[in-house]
């Protein structure tokens, strides 16, 4: 543990700051794996897992998400491919426009 000194009373006092930073890396894990593990996951199993496969979990669950994101961008390009309809010139449709429309018999 590193020692500080105590800004108001001069005091040499613990510095808990890398514990903190490892406190809140741990919180950051196990929110992630609960919001994002799409229900499979709650708090307390999460927190009771042994870190490797909770660290395993995570990276398979990175992964998951990556294929996802990829398969999203895959399927928007190519839905922007085929709702490009080609646009009829203005003549064409002037022409449409003004012939004269017979009543069906």
């Not at 609960?34 to 996951?41: A, D, L, P, R, V």
Request: proline share 7%.
């Amino acid at each position: 543990m590193n020692k500080t000194t105590d800004p108001e009373t001069g005091d040499e006092i613990e510095d808990y700051s890398q514990i903190d930073e490892y406190k809140k890396s741990v919180y950051d894990e196990l929110f992630n794996l609960t919001y994002h593990g799409n229900g499979g996951w709650n708090w307390n199993i999460v927190y009771n897992l042994p870190i490797h496969i909770r660290r395993y979990c995570l990276k398979m669950l990175q992964i998951a998400k990556e294929r996802e994101n990829e398969a999203i961008k895959k399927n928007a390009i190519n839905d922007d491919a085929k709702s490009s309809v080609p646009k009829i010139p203005k003549s064409v449709y002037e022409a449409i426009q003004n012939t004269p429309r017979r009543p069906p018999k």
